[in-house]
C-alpha cells in the first residue's frame, strides 16, 4: 500500500474505532503514535548508535542500545512538541476561566431569580412565560456556555412553571432544548475560542461576526414563540395572577436591578472588554471568573463545597479539550505527512463544486457528524480538514466559523440524537414522552436552517461588524 493508502485507511479506521465507543482523545493519540511509527521509521537513524557496537559490547549494552533506538522515532518528538505547543497556546488559557466564571454562575442561584423577574416583566406577553424562558436561556447560556447545565437547570425551574401555567408540554419543552444551546454561538462562547485554536483566525474578530447571526436566531426563536401563542392560544394560555401576580413598577425595577443587570453586566464587561482591544480574551476570561465569584458572594450562595466542585468540573472539562488537541494536532500532522491531506483535497477540488455547493456539502456532513460527536470533537477533528480547502473556493474562514457554529447548534436538536432532549427528559416528569420533546424542538430546529439560509444569501450578517468595528 502506498502512504496516501495508508493514510485514508487511518482515518476510516479511526471512525470505525469511535463508533465502536472508545475514548476519542486517546484514540487518536494512539493511531498517531502507531500510524506515525511507520511513517517516520528510519531504522539507519533509530539504530545508529546500536550498528557501532563492536563484538566485545556487553548483553545489557546491547539491549539498552536497541530498546533507546526502538524509541528515537521521529513521532514521540512531535509527540512531545504538539503537547507543549497546546499547553502554551495564548488562545486556549481562557477556556478554563470561561468554565469556572460558567460553573460558579451556574451555582450562584441567579437563573431562579432571573427567570421570575422576566416572567413578571413580560407577563402581557403572547406566551410571556416561554419567551422568559427563551431570555433566561439565551442570557444564562451565554454566561455558561456549558449546553448540559443550561437545559438541565431550566428543566428543573422553568418547565414545571411552565407545565402548571397549562402550557403545552412539547411546545415547553422545545424552548428550553433551543435555549439552552445558544451558548455554542453567542460570545463569549468556548466554540469559537477552540475554532479560533484549530483554525488560526482571530477569537476578537470571531465574537464579533458571531453576534449578528446570535441575536437573528433568538429573534427567530422569538417570532415563532410569539406567533405560535398568538395564533393557537391554548400552546401558551395567558398566565393567571395566582401563577404570576402582579408587582408595583417600583419593585419590578428593583427586581431586574438585582437579578437582570449583575449577569448581564458581567457577561457585556466580559465581552466589550474583548471586543474594544481592552482585554485579550484570557485576560478578560480571568475578569470573568472574579465576577462569577463576586456574584456568588453577593447572592449568598458561594460555599466551600461549590467552589471545589466548579475547580473540579472546570480542570475535568479542560484536561479533555486539552488532551483532544494533543491526539488531534499529532493525528492530522501524521494524516498530512502520510499524504492523506492532499488525497482528500484532490478529490473534493476534482469534484469542480462551486463555492456554495462546498459550503452545502461541508456543512452536510458537519450536520451528520453531530449525530454521535460533540461539538467539540467535530472542531478539533474534522473542521481542520476542510480548512486547507477554503482559500481554493475563496471562503472566509471566519464566516466559515460562523456557519460551524450555527450549524453545531442542530446537533443537540436533531432526532434521534438531540442530547438537549435528552439532558431534559433525564429530569422531566415521567409524563413528559421523549417523542414529545422530539416534536417540539423540530420546529425550532427549523429556524436554525432558516437563520443559515439568511447567512447564506446575505453574507453581511457575519461581515458588517467586524467590518466596522475593525475594517476588515
Not at 451565554?142 to 418547565?159: D, E, K, P, R
Not at 505527512?337 to 484532490?346: H, K, R, S
Request: one cysteine or more; aromatic letters at 14%.
Amino acid at each position: 500500500m502506498t502512504d496516501p493508502q495508508i493514510a485514508i485507511m487511518m482515518l476510516g479506521l479511526f471512525i470505525v474505532i469511535v463508533f465502536l465507543g472508545f475514548p476519542i482523545a486517546f484514540t487518536l493519540m494512539a493511531m498517531g503514535i502507531g500510524f506515525g511509527y511507520y511513517a517516520y521509521f528510519d531504522p539507519a537513524r533509530m539504530w545508529r548508535a546500536f550498528d557501532r557496537l563492536d563484538e566485545t559490547a556487553s548483553w545489557w549494552e546491547s539491549t539498552s542500545q536497541w530498546v533507546n533506538g526502538f524509541f528515537n522515532n521521529r513521532i514521540f518528538d512531535l509527540f512531545i512538541n504538539q503537547t507543549y505547543s497546546v499547553m502554551s497556546n495564548e488562545v486556549l488559557t481562557a477556556i478554563p476561566l470561561f468554565l469556572f466564571m460558567g460553573y460558579i454562575v451556574e451555582r450562584a442561584n441567579i437563573v431562579d431569580r432571573l427567570f421570575t423577574t422576566l416572567n413578571i416583566a413580560s407577563k402581557n406577553v403572547p406566551g410571556s412565560m416561554g419567551v422568559a424562558a427563551l431570555f433566561t436561556c439565551a442570557l444564562f447560556a451565554t454566561a455558561t456556555g456549558i449546553v448540559g447545565a443550561v437545559v438541565t437547570l431550566m428543566g428543573l425551574l422553568a418547565l414545571p412553571a411552565m407545565l402548571k401555567a397549562r402550557y403545552d408540554p412539547s411546545f415547553a419543552a422545545g424552548i428550553i432544548c433551543a435555549g439552552g444551546t445558544l451558548g455554542i454561538l453567542i460570545p463569549p462562547s468556548i466554540m469559537l475560542i477552540v475554532y479560533a485554536a484549530a483554525s488560526g483566525v482571530s477569537i476578537v474578530k470571531l465574537y464579533v461576526g458571531a453576534l449578528l447571526p446570535g441575536l437573528t436566531l433568538v429573534g427567530l426563536y422569538l417570532v415563532y414563540i410569539v406567533g405560535r401563542s398568538i395564533l393557537q392560544p391554548s400552546v401558551a394560555p395567558r398566565p393567571s395572577d395566582e401563577e404570576v401576580p402582579d408587582v408595583p413598577r417600583g419593585k419590578l425595577l428593583m427586581m431586574i436591578m438585582t437579578s437582570f443587570f449583575p449577569l448581564a453586566f458581567l457577561i457585556l464587561s466580559v465581552l466589550g472588554s474583548i471586543l474594544f482591544g481592552l482585554a485579550t480574551p484570557s485576560e478578560a476570561a480571568s475578569i470573568g471568573a472574579l465576577g462569577g465569584i463576586f456574584l456568588a458572594f453577593a447572592y449568598k450562595a458561594m460555599t466551600w463545597q461549590r467552589m471545589r466542585e466548579s475547580v473540579y468540573l472546570t480542570v475535568r472539562t479542560t484536561a479533555m479539550v486539552c488532551w483532544l488537541f494533543v491526539g488531534s494536532y499529532t493525528f492530522s500532522s501524521v494524516f498530512s505527512y502520510l499524504g492523506g491531506e492532499q488525497v482528500v483535497a484532490n478529490f473534493v477540488t476534482g469534484l469542480n463544486l462551486s463555492p456554495l455547493e462546498f459550503l452545502l456539502v461541508a456543512q452536510l456532513i458537519i450536520f451528520l457528524l453531530g449525530w454521535p460527536l460533540e461539538w467539540s470533537e467535530i472542531i478539533i477533528i474534522f473542521v481542520p480538514i476542510f480548512l486547507p480547502l477554503l482559500p481554493h473556493f475563496g471562503i472566509d474562514p471566519l464566516f466559515f466559523g460562523i456557519l460551524v457554529a450555527l450549524n453545531l447548534q442542530t446537533s443537540f436538536l436533531t432526532p434521534p440524537m438531540a442530547m438537549s432532549a435528552y439532558y431534559l427528559k433525564g429530569i422531566a416528569p415521567p409524563e413528559l414522552k421523549l417523542t414529545q420533546i422530539f416534536s417540539g424542538v423540530m420546529p425550532f430546529l427549523g429556524c436554525v436552517f432558516l437563520c443559515m439560509l439568511l447567512m447564506y444569501v446575505f453574507p453581511e450578517i457575519v461581515f458588517y461588524l467586524p467590518r466596522v468595528l475593525y475594517g476588515s
